[in-house]
């Protein structure tokens, strides 16, 4: 007959949950900075988009579409009116299939990221026959992190890591 012991003592299993309340200690901090950084990517990514898309409905629709950043309450806007206003609920909208859509990026959606813009105005229009825009960068950063979606005079829009960044996620050095 065995009489060995079964099951753990109680100093094995305490020490168990210290190894483990250490390696969580270690890995919170790593898991809050993947947050942060992917919400600055996906808010540059979604502003990056709405830029495109404008560019590309004013060659659909042969109007030219006008971009709106306002920093203060943190949105992007696109309309075929000049100086939409994307704080206002049904100023950046286009009429599709007789309903008008809201085209607004919200930051809102993204907490702990904040906007800057570089445009002379406060966006920019993209012409519906050249393609061409008004010059300017949407700047946005997270803690140490910042990403660019810039716009050239010829309408190229691009998303870039300025120098300033601590990492590029991903995407090229700004030029």
């Known amino acids: 007959m065995a009489s060995g012991q079964q099951g753990f003592t109680l100093i094995e299993m305490m020490?168990?949950?210290?190894?483990?309340?250490?390696?969580?200690?270690?890995?919170?901090?790593?898991?809050?900075?993947?947050?942060?950084?992917?919400?600055?990517?996906?808010?540059?990514?979604?502003?990056?988009?709405?830029?495109?898309?404008?560019?590309?409905?004013?060659?659909?629709?042969?109007?030219?579409?006008?971009?709106a950043v306002n920093t203060g309450s943190w949105c992007v806007g696109y309309a075929a009116a000049a100086g939409c206003n994307c704080t206002a609920a049904d100023s950046c909208v286009v009429p599709i299939a007789g309903t008008d859509v809201l085209q607004v990026v919200d930051g809102g959606d993204f907490s702990g990221v904040t906007i800057?813009?570089?445009?002379?105005?406060?966006?920019?229009?993209?012409?519906?026959v050249e393609g061409s825009a008004g010059t300017g960068r949407v700047s946005l950063s997270a803690a140490d992190w910042d990403l660019d979606v810039i716009v050239s005079g010829m309408g190229r829009v691009i998303i870039c890591a300025p120098a300033s960044s601590q990492s590029t996620m991903g995407y090229s050095a700004c030029p």
Do not use: C, H, Q
């Not at 969580?24 to 790593?30: E, G, I, K, N």
């Not at 808010?43 to 971009?67: C, F």
């Not at 800057?116 to 519906?128: K, L, M, R």
């Open 15 to 67: 020490i168990v949950i210290a190894i483990i309340a250490i390696v969580l200690s270690l890995a919170v901090p790593s898991f809050n900075e993947f947050f942060e950084k992917n919400r600055l990517k996906r808010a540059a990514e979604e502003v990056y988009s709405l830029v495109t898309k404008a560019r590309a409905e004013g060659v659909i629709r042969s109007a030219d579409m006008s971009v």
């Open 116 to 128: 800057a813009e570089t445009f002379a105005g406060v966006g920019t229009t993209f012409d519906n």
